[in-house]
């Protein structure tokens, strides 16, 4: 299954919901009042984080300019590369959490790591940063052996629905425009010397029936062995689909580039990818500059170290990808959420252990925290029901087995609300809205249209799109 002004994004979370507000350094965000009776793993994480900082440093930081944090993996434990000149036996062997940084408002950045088990385990860092030390904004790369990003239109605009389609047919168009969707998503599988005929059929279906389409292009891993060859093959092809694409459109440069299905073992990189993403983008504007790019959405992982060299934990990758330069080489940042099994609205109550990829509010963060400079694009955004599917649940998907279809109809419509009022997020796309596939991958458990021929996620939908 699948700008220029620098902004610190500030998340607020609350007991129904999350709002996302925007924070230049000149002004002062107060933080006290998330720390009256936290009621969820992830404030009372960051109020610990906040504690501690003040408690070892002595300051106030009740009021300060911005804070952020993101989801990590400590490889080597929380205390190593945080805590200077500790011994390797000392460093407490907590390898996953949440890093915290906070902006006081002389412009010193302090930064506290807390792990997700146990909020009493929390390393604070002795580097203390300055804001003047943030990065350049956006629009010139930062890697010097990347060419020059062609301009382009971005992707300016108001958020907009979507859902990805097996078929486009009577009455899947219907539903789709009683849900407010604009938007279709396809998805293409190219090889080297395919024409653009599979794509030019995609774009006049979809646009003969009134949508807009984000096509995401894949290649096949067993291509890539000459990689410099491919990225000008690949990048040849989408730049070729892009100047079809005379209604405009977004085309997604690949499909979850992190895990071996969809990219060659042992050489999963996101500074590789940026050179495939670099040059798409630079294909795509010079054919045709109002198409969106929408970089490859991640899979939502943290198998990194259970595989290494087949997975590369999404918020890794994301961070290799913005370390090579890939925000100059994208409109729209790529991201999937799909094994939520509460509403989007929560941010604790999965029973299973916590992962921050089990949640909306914090997958949604693990990617804009990264990127703060670009929109975000759900391009795979759907909940698993079993309900109605006449056979039980793959065992590989039991997590979900206690979803109904009327919680699948409740929280697509949620996260379509949050998504919008966020601020951030300019296309989502519901996985999926007709396929009927149920078995390993149970793709059928994921649709809008039920197998009784109903749609209860339209009407859903239908109530809060504008």
């Not at 930081?61 to 944090?69: C, G, K, N, P, Y």
């Not at 993101?70 to 200077?84: A, K, L, R, V």
């Not at 990758?317 to 799909?338: E, I, P, S, V, W």
Request: aromatic share 10%.
């Amino acid at each position: 299954m699948k700008n220029i002004v620098r902004i610190l994004f500030l998340m607020a979370i609350m007991a129904t919901t999350f709002a996302f507000s925007t924070a230049t350094p000149a002004k002062a965000q107060v933080t006290a009042g998330l720390c009256d009776n936290p009621i969820d793993v992830l404030t009372s994480a960051f109020c610990a984080a906040r504690e501690a900082i003040e408690e070892e440093r002595s300051i106030d930081l009740t009021i300060v300019q911005s804070w952020t944090f993101e989801q990590q993996e400590f490889t080597n434990g929380i205390d190593w590369g945080c805590i200077d000149g500790i011994a390797a036996v000392d460093v407490r062997p907590v390898f996953y959490g949440w890093t915290f940084r906070f902006t006081a408002l002389n412009g010193q950045i302090h930064t506290a790591r807390v792990s997700f088990v146990d909020l009493d385990t929390i390393a604070v860092c002795d580097e203390i940063a300055l804001a003047t030390d943030a990065p350049a904004p956006a629009g010139a790369p930062s890697n010097p052996n990347l060419p020059a990003p062609v301009t382009g239109a971005g992707a300016a605009g108001t958020f907009e629905l979507g859902g990805h389609v097996n078929g486009l047919g009577t009455q899947t168009v219907s539903n789709m425009q009683t849900a407010g969707m604009t938007w279709v998503k396809k998805q293409l599988r190219f090889r080297v010397g395919d024409s653009t005929g599979q794509a030019e059929s995609f774009i006049a279906d979809a646009n003969g029936k009134g949508f807009k389409l984000l096509l995401g292009i894949v290649g096949y891993t067993d291509e890539m062995a000459n990689y410099d060859q491919y990225i000008q093959n690949y990048a040849t092809f989408v730049g070729q689909v892009a100047a079809k694409m005379t209604s405009g459109g977004a085309i997604e440069i690949w499909n979850e580039p992190n895990i071996d299905r969809e990219w060659p073992t042992g050489r999963i990189s996101g500074a590789e990818y940026t050179r495939l993403l670099a040059a798409s983008y630079n294909a795509i504007k010079s054919a045709n500059p109002n198409v969106i790019v929408i970089s490859g959405a991640p899979a939502p992982t943290g198998a990194e170290a259970a595989y290494p060299g087949a997975v590369v934990n999404d918020d890794n990758f994301m961070r290799q990808m913005r370390d090579a330069g890939a925000t100059a080489y994208m409109d729209c940042l790529g991201l999937h959420y799909n094994e939520g099994i509460v509403s989007p609205t929560q941010n604790s109550g999965d029973p299973r252990s916590y992962y921050p990829t089990q949640y909306f509010s914090s997958m949604f963060a693990r990617g804009a925290n990264i990127f703060p400079d670009r929109p975000v694009c759900w391009t795979e955004l759907g909940y698993l029901s079993g309900e109605g599917m006449g056979e039980p649940i793959p065992s590989n998907f039991s997590w979900a087995e206690n979803v109904t279809v009327a919680q699948q109809a409740q929280w697509l419509a949620e996260a379509a609300q949050l998504s919008r009022q966020s601020g951030r997020v300019r296309i989502m796309i519901i996985w999926n809205v007709n396929f009927e596939i149920w078995g390993s991958d149970p793709m059928g458990g994921y649709a809008m249209m039920r197998p009784n021929g109903t749609c209860p996620a339209c009407a859903s939908l239908d109530a809060v799109m504008p």
